[in-house]
């Protein structure tokens, strides 16, 4: 079994974080819904708690699946692609893999400059960044929100592409995805 990425395909490793990550991003974002929807400041409070603990989960994840799209070939495209297209959906990866590192930090900032501790189930807690400071939290929440605006683009890009290669050219770039071998 192959551990890392090369030019025919990616590793199982890689496979499995991909998919691990797409199920916490929708976790976080399925806890974000039910913590607006809940009246209850404890239970809001218990339900913030595990979507911090995924957070951190989803950011010491990203910090590996970054190294190691940095460190590894990326796999030839399926069949006979654009050259723009490659481009493109190669520089989509990157930004989504730096992403998912800088946004953790970001949110982190934020909630330090506010003087908010990071709570995790259990009581634990995840310590501050900076000490609290009313002038740099507002700056940290637009940079947030500007690269989660960015990061929820390239991420429709990501999934557009995704079905475009199933849907349209029907290759076999997602079976790639799901661990299937494939020829190039």
Sequence with gaps: MK?????LGFSPVTIALHWLVAALLLSIIGFDIAI???AGEVQSAGLTRIQNLLGTILFVIS???FGARMSSYHPLPVGTPN????IVSRSVAVSLALAMV???IAAWLSKSAAGEGIDLPGGFAIPALIEPNAQVKPVVDILFNVGATAFLLGLALH???ALKNHLVL???AL???IGKHVEL
């Design 175 to 177: 079976k790639r995805m």
């Design 102 to 104: 800088l946004l953790p």
């Design 159 to 161: 999934i557009f592409g």
């Design 170 to 172: 029907r290759n076999d």
């Design 36 to 38: 607006c929807q809940t």
């Design 83 to 86: 050259p723009i297209e490659v």
């Design 3 to 7: 551990l890392r990425d090369n030019g």
């Design 63 to 65: 910090i590996y699946r």
